[in-house]
């Protein structure tokens, strides 16, 4: 940390607000519980209050930033929408309607949000969507601004980056169950919102609750600096590429002078690597991207809208804010290279990397969602992988196994306890941590143990500068103290729907049980009416595999059950409804390889 803390940008939060809603709750609609709420901003409202000591003081200041909410006027023609979702709308005014980029994460959100700007502004038709990353709060909300049959009717153009739709079933459905818990852990959700519990999530208060949808893009930007026109509005595109997951572009609008990053770039240190899991991003990527931004659209931009956090406005201190981000990630890049060809593995160079005297001093370098410790950490697995170089844990025995034989090799249960309360009176609650990690994890229903972690954690995660360090660390406080029983959140049928057909059978072989599928060999030909081709669904060794073509003669061999449908009733037969359609050969072929896919 730097000497004297950075000064909060509260000018700049602040700047151009017209208006909000009051109160500013938006109900989920689709929800059981009549009071449910897809979004309530009023929870936040104890961040207006001075700083207690359960809170660290600069995540403390730059929460209450992120709360603020309503509509924004950022330049003549752009309005942000913040603080109705973990990421920003913006709204770029063209000649005959509105451009809507990145519409929240839920449909509830987005039309408020779309609501709250025809307030002020007038009902001015949708024109265009720009999707601008592939989370699922840059795209999840679009039918609350944009009804499927209105874009289709009107050809509203969606745009989108390349590799867009495969991005999304990566970041969204491969490995949403495995991310699910650790989710919640990062965002607090089980969390109270006050000054004992979640205070946001560093780049925004909270992601939305209410539903998740998406409208396939129609017009993808497949090269940099791509120039169009919608609704004469002239937009530049600049790909973010290389990290090999996410589908990312930056946009230039250049009559209005201002430029729009979507991710790059926020009022934080982001996360070069989640806690709650995914690849971690080409870091190195995103610097050359930030300098060759500054080359395009440098000299000329005017007002900077992000996709999280406030903007920058005034030339010059956008190429300096830029340029210092670009500075930041290629500094976290090389030095941690550097340090690993020295032969330091990724724990021991988080534990001694420090940024620069220049970037400590800056309020958007501080590390409220991302951190140097995990970002390091990340970018040495990129390069390096799992293994950490030391033979002794090539082939540890699993956590649970391990802990039982350090608590055997200290003496027992309360041998460790007594280490534990040692080293929280040296000010290590780290070792503490990791010792009565083992103890709880060697006896799962030992009280002692299981109420002084939580303490420990609880003790870490009120110290936490980092915002989703505070929230994982209370979050398992939490529950070291209850049985887990937290409702997660699922994407909606809506999105599943706007997916290909491969997309579908992807998400099937990785829901597979293998080991139950072991010993089934058979195959399935599909031919989809409305999209006119077959897919052939193959399973043998307990490997799910599918092949199309143009025609079922296409396919070798014979299969033992043919389906001829529509997509969308073929989404409902996978989701296990029965519909009357032509088919023939043995139908328990169906039935048999639906009771192998996992929920």
């Excluded at 690597?273 to 870091?283: F, K």
């Excluded at 359609?581 to 192998?596: C, F, I, P, V």
């Amino acid at each position: 940390m730097p000497s004297d803390p950075p000064k909060p940008p509260i000018s700049n939060a602040t700047h151009g607000l017209v208006g909000t809603l009051k109160p500013c709750t938006i109900p989920s609609i689709n929800s059981t519980h009549p009071n449910q709420k897809a979004w309530n901003a009023e929870s936040y409202t104890f961040l207006d209050e001075d700083c207690p000591q359960t809170a660290n003081p600069t995540l403390w200041q730059q929460s209450h930033l992120t709360s603020i909410n309503g509509l924004f006027e950022v330049t003549a023609g752009v309005y942000q929408i913040r603080g109705f979702d973990v990421a920003n709308m913006t709204i770029i005014e063209g000649d005959t309607g509105i451009l809507v980029v990145d519409p929240l994460t839920s449909t509830e959100t987005a039309a408020e949000a779309l609501s709250l700007y025809r307030s002020v502004r007038g009902e001015r038709p949708v024109s265009a969507l720009l999707y601008t990353h592939s989370s699922i709060d840059h795209f999840g909300g679009v039918q609350g601004v944009l009804p499927p049959e209105e874009g289709v009717k009107y050809n509203i153009p969606i745009i989108a980056p390349e590799g867009f739709m495969e991005a999304v079933t990566n970041e969204n459905n491969f490995v949403g169950n495995a991310m699910a818990r650790r989710t919640m852990f990062v965002y607090g959700s089980s969390l109270a919102r006050d000054a004992g519990g979640t205070v946001g999530c560093g780049i925004g208060s909270s992601v939305s609750t209410g539903c998740s949808s998406l409208i396939p893009p129609n017009i993808l930007v497949k090269h940099n600096e791509e120039e169009r026109v919608v609704d004469g509005v002239r937009i530049v595109f600049q790909l973010v590429k290389g990290d090999g997951v996410a589908s990312e572009m930056n946009c230039y609008f250049s009559v209005q002078r201002a430029l729009y990053f979507s991710e790059c770039l926020v009022q934080g240190l982001h996360a070069v690597s989640s806690l709650r899991g995914g690849t971690a991003v080409d870091v190195k990527g995103w610097s050359r991207v930030l300098d060759e931004a500054l080359v395009l659209f440098g000299e000329e931009a005017e007002v900077l809208c992000l996709g999280h956090t406030w903007p920058v406005w005034g030339t010059e201190e956008i190429e300096l804010v830029v340029a210092s981000q670009r500075d930041l990630y290629a500094y976290l890049h090389d030095q941690t290279v550097r340090l690993m060809n020295r032969g330091m593995n990724g724990v021991e160079i988080a534990e001694v990397l420090d940024l620069p005297v220049g970037l400590q001093d800056t309020w958007h370098a501080q590390g409220f969602y991302g951190s140097v410790s995990q970002n390091v950490k990340g970018i040495y697995q990129r390069y390096m992988g799992w293994f950490d170089g030391d033979a002794a844990r090539l082939w540890e025995h699993p956590p649970a196994e391990n802990a039982k034989r350090y608590v055997f090799a200290m003496g027992g249960i309360d041998k460790v306890i007594d280490k534990a309360e040692h080293f929280v009176h040296e000010g290590d609650l780290r070792f503490a941590a990791t010792l009565l990690g083992h103890a709880v994890s060697a006896d799962p229903m030992h009280a002692e143990a299981k109420e002084f972690l939580a303490g420990v954690y609880t003790s870490l995660g009120f110290g936490a500068e980092n915002a989703t360090w505070r929230n994982y660390y209370l979050s398992a406080a939490q529950d070291l103290g209850r049985i887990p029983g937290l409702q997660t959140k699922t994407l909606g049928s809506g999105m599943k729907m706007g997916q290909s057909v491969d997309q579908w059978f992807d998400l099937l072989a990785i829901r597979l049980n293998g080991p139950k599928a072991g010993t089934e060999c058979f195959a399935i030909d599909v031919h989809v009416i409305d999209e006119q081709r077959w897919w052939r669904i193959n399973l043998s060794n307990g490997a799910l595999t599918y092949r199309s073509a143009l025609a079922q003669d296409g396919f070798s061999g014979v299969s033992g059950l043919t389906l001829i449908l529509q997509k969308k009733e073929l989404f409902a037969v996978l989701g296990g409804v029965w519909l009357q359609h032509a088919q023939s050969g043995d139908l328990g072929l169906l039935e048999k390889l639906l009771s192998l896919i996992e929920d």
